[in-house]
Each structure stands twice: as C-alpha cells, then as structure tokens.
C-alpha cells in the first residue's frame, strides 16, 4: 500500500472547528444574498431597470454587490420588510373577518330584515323578494356579503 490512509483521530479539533465555521460562514454568504435578491424583487420603489441594475451588481460581482446594497439600500430593508409583513397581516385579518362573517354572521331574520329593506326602498321587486325570502328560509340564501338575490333568468 503506498497511499496514506487518514483516520477520524488524523484531523484535529480546531480544524473541525475552522471547517465548521466557514461552512456556516458559506449557508450565511447564501442566506444574506436571497434576502437581498428578495428585498430587491420586493421594493415597489425602484423601477424595472433599477430592480435590473441591481440584480446584476449583485449576481455578477456577489460580494462587493452585496456589500454596497447594504450601505446604499440596507436601512430601507427593514421598514420594506415589516411593511410586508403587515400588509400580509392585514389580508388574512381580512380573510378571518370575511369567512366569519359569512358562517355565522347573520341569521335567517337578519337577512329577512335585510331583504326587506332592499324592497322598500325599491331595490328589488316583489317577485325578487319572495325568490330571496324562500331561499333564506331553506337554508341555501344568498351570502352575507351579496347584496342582490340571484334572479330565476340568469345562469352560470
């Protein structure tokens, strides 16, 4: 046998250590690069040709593209970043509000008091009006949120 066989014993701790930490370094390098490749996709400030610019800076020349965003850009980062963050709050608060609303939100006599105020201020019709009422009263009536009862000619 003439090549040198290494054992787990062959490779010293701080040179664990070392691979340990620039490998951490590295998934660090990946992760800072997709946050700001996503904050520059996010920023509804810069215009296609900004958002362009510098997605090339900083594909073509990583390190040094990185390093100027975060001088140039990196303040904004945050504000973009909690902006979305709550922009995206509020449409699943929206969400919530809105199936809630249609589950349990308003009862056969609500909608009954409803469909009757539509009728007396000419909205709908007799004719629509007994249509809607017989569908609230099965159970299948119109949702919380329409604000006419489908009529018997229109289908989709």
């Given at each position: 046998?003439t090549?040198?066989?290494?054992l787990a014993?062959?490779?010293?701790?701080?040179?664990?250590f070392w691979?340990?930490?620039?490998?951490?370094?590295w998934?660090?390098?990946?992760?800072?690069?997709?946050?700001?490749?996503?904050?520059?996709?996010?920023?509804?400030?810069?215009?296609?040709?900004?958002?362009?610019?510098w997605?090339?800076?900083?594909?073509?020349?990583?390190?040094?593209?990185?390093f100027?965003?975060?001088?140039?850009?990196g303040?904004?980062?945050?504000?973009?970043e909690?902006a979305?963050?709550?922009?995206?709050?509020?449409?699943?608060?929206?969400?919530v509000?809105?199936?809630?609303?249609?589950?349990?939100?308003?009862?056969?006599a609500?909608e009954?008091?409803?469909?009757?105020e539509?009728?007396?201020?000419?909205?709908?019709?007799?004719?629509e009006?007994?249509?809607?009422?017989?569908?609230?009263?099965?159970?299948?009536?119109p949702a919380a949120?329409?604000?006419?009862?489908?009529s018997?000619?229109?289908r989709?």
């Amino acid at each position: 046998m003439t090549g040198h066989t290494y054992l787990a014993y062959d490779y010293p701790l701080l040179s664990m250590f070392w691979t340990l930490l620039w490998f951490f370094l590295w998934i660090m390098w990946f992760i800072l690069l997709f946050r700001i490749i996503g904050d520059i996709f996010r920023d509804d400030a810069l215009s296609g040709w900004g958002k362009t610019g510098w997605l090339i800076f900083v594909i073509v020349l990583p390190f040094l593209g990185v390093f100027v965003y975060l001088i140039a850009r990196g303040k904004g980062m945050g504000a973009r970043e909690i902006a979305h963050a709550q922009a995206r709050q509020r449409a699943f608060d929206e969400y919530v509000r809105d199936r809630a609303g249609e589950a349990g939100g308003r009862s056969s006599a609500d909608e009954l008091a409803r469909l009757s105020e539509m009728r007396n201020r000419g909205d709908i019709d007799d004719d629509e009006f007994r249509r809607a009422k017989e569908l609230v009263l099965s159970g299948a009536g119109p949702a919380a949120g329409a604000s006419t009862p489908p009529s018997s000619g229109s289908r989709v």
